[in-house]
C-alpha cells in the first residue's frame, strides 16, 4: 500500500490524483530531472512493473477496481510528462497542468485504456498515456517558447 499510494499521500482529502501528481513533481525537482536520459527512461519503466504490481494488489486490498487512493499511476504520468524537461519552475508548473489537463480530460485512447484495460496494468496504462501527451505537448512548448 506505501508504494500504491505514493507514500500513503493517496489518503490526502480531495483529488488524491492531483496530491500523487504534486509528489511526482516534488520526486523530479529533488533530482530525478539529473539523471541521464537512459537511466530516466529505466526509473520509469521500473515505476511501471512495480507500480503495476503495487496497484494490482491494492485494488485487491480495498476490493475495488481502480481506487482513488492509488496514485502510483499519477506519479509515473507526471514523470513522463516532466522527461527531458528543463529544471524550471515554470516547467515544472506547466508540466504538471498540462498531465492533470489530460488525465482529467482523457482524450483518446486514454479514455479507451481507462474504459478496457483492467487489474494493475490498466490502472497504470492511461496514466502512462495522459504522460506522453503531457510530455509532448511540454515539450511542443519548450521548441516555441525556446525554454
Known amino acids: 500500500m506505501f508504494i500504491a499510494t505514493g507514500a500513503y499521500s493517496g489518503y490526502l482529502p480531495k483529488a488524491p490524483g492531483t496530491w500523487g501528481s504534486l509528489l ?3 520526486l523530479w525537482i529533488s533530482g530525478l530531472y539529473r539523471l541521464a536520459p537512459e537511466v530516466y527512461a529505466g526509473v520509469l519503466a521500473g515505476i511501471l512493473l512495480v507500480g503495476t504490481i503495487a496497484a494490482g494488489a491494492a485494488e485487491k486490498l480495498v476490493d475495488r477496481g481502480d481506487p482513488g487512493l492509488v496514485v502510483i499511476d499519477e506519479i509515473l504520468g507526471q514523470l513522463i510528462a516532466l522527461a527531458l524537461a528543463p529544471r524550471h519552475p515554470a516547467t515544472a ?9 489530460f488525465d ?7 479514455s479507451w485504456l481507462d474504459r478496457h484495460i483492467h487489474g494493475g496494468l490498466g490502472i497504470m496504462l492511461d496514466d502512462v498515456m495522459a504522460g506522453i501527451y503531457a510530455f509532448l505537448a511540454l515539450q511542443g512548448l519548450i521548441l516555441l517558447t525556446g525554454n
Open 104 to 110: 482529467i480530460l482523457k482524450p483518446f485512447p486514454v
Open 93 to 101: 508548473l506547466v508540466g504538471f497542468g498540462l498531465f492533470r489537463f
Open 24 to 26: 511526482g513533481v516534488l
